[in-house]
């Protein structure tokens, strides 16, 4: 007799009314069938969330525009402290499966950072199916590599960046990292993944032994990949960029800090990255999260769960930028 592995009943009761209320708000659009109606109800549910965001008086707000080599704009959303001098660079990249999202959805997290006195950047990437990869990497990569072109009037210190993203974020911060560190563009100090979208051939479908998990479905997962990767999907030769899950040599990667719950699809290739980040020699800070779901720490921010991650990823931000003397 199969033996289930649907782990429903565990999800932290602390999360469990924010999950109910994340999906009264996206309601019941599927993204595989009307993708303009899922986008708009995922970027209502994330204005809704970050609507209680009070900017400080200190902390200064707006837009950077690179000019990408294929000529289109990259718009990136932008918190600093005020005041001159340095600041270390925090690089982030929003979520949404490669097909949803908008660079706000990284408004709490650039906003902390710039509170610890950084020049804070969201990306606002271009979204599959519109635009495969490489673009969207490309629009990550180029946003960063204008960010360090123009370090010295943006008062951006290049010797202490660090990159981040969430989700797909976090596949394309995993990917960007791999990219910098082939092309030699920079060293940041460290990345911060929080639970990528790095396996393309993670798409089984649910079944009683391989239950579906909340908030990203496999169905969705599948969905995903498949806009993302274009032509690509379901080759052999998908480029470790593309998916980093793929990557054989991790060395020379940055110290990373990878949290991730046990009820999210990506938890089984998370650890597999992580493991192979360790065997690679880079230092690294994983941490399995029971009872919690996908995108939980953004969607019940004030869970004491989430918390204790929020509180971890900054943790481990300042730790890196205090070891880089800053």
């Known amino acids: 007799m199969a033996v289930s592995k649907d782990k429903s009943h565990y999800i932290d009761p602390d999360l469990t009314a924010g999950l109910e209320m994340m999906r009264t708000l996206t309601g019941d659009n599927d993204l595989t069938q009307d993708l303009a109606a899922a986008r ?133 911060c995993a990917g960007l990292a791999l990219l910098i560190r082939d092309r030699g563009l920079c060293a940041p100090l460290g990345q911060v993944l929080l639970y990528p979208m790095i396996d393309d051939t993670n798409l089984q479908p649910a079944s009683d032994t391989l239950p579906d998990t909340p908030v990203w479905s496999r169905h969705y997962n599948h969905f995903g990949w498949q806009s993302y990767l274009g032509d690509l999907f379901g080759a052999k030769d998908v480029p470790i960029y593309a998916a980093p899950a793929r990557a054989e040599d991790l060395s020379g990667l940055p110290p990373t800090y990878m949290p991730v719950g046990d009820l999210d699809l990506f938890l089984d290739e998370n650890i597999a990255y992580a493991r192979k980040l360790t ?7 994983f941490h399995i999260v029971p009872g919690a779901f996908h995108g939980f720490n953004g969607f019940v921010p004030d869970a004491p769960v989430s918390r204790a991650i929020n509180g971890e990823i900054f943790g481990y931000v300042e730790k890196l930028l205090a070891e880089a003397g800053g």
Request: glycine fraction near 14%; charge should be negative; charged fraction near 20%.
């Open 40 to 172: 708009l109800a995922a970027n209502a549910r994330d204005d809704m969330l970050l609507s209680n965001i009070d900017l400080p008086t200190h902390i200064l707000q707006g837009m950077g525009t690179a000019t990408a080599s294929a000529g289109h704009d990259i718009e990136m959303r932008i918190m600093q402290p005020d005041g001159a001098g340095k600041k270390p660079l925090f690089y982030w990249m929003h979520g949404g499966g490669y097909v949803l999202g908008q660079a706000k959805q990284g408004d709490s997290f650039t906003l902390r950072a710039a509170q610890m006195g950084c020049y804070a950047a969201s990306v606002e990437y271009r979204l599959a199916p519109e635009t495969a990869y490489p673009g969207p990497l490309d629009d990550c990569y180029e946003g960063l590599a204008h960010l360090l072109d123009n370090a010295d009037a943006l008062g951006i210190d290049k010797t202490r960046i660090i990159i981040g993203g969430v989700s797909a974020g976090g596949g394309l």
């Open 279 to 285: 065997r690679a020699g880079v230092p690294t800070h």
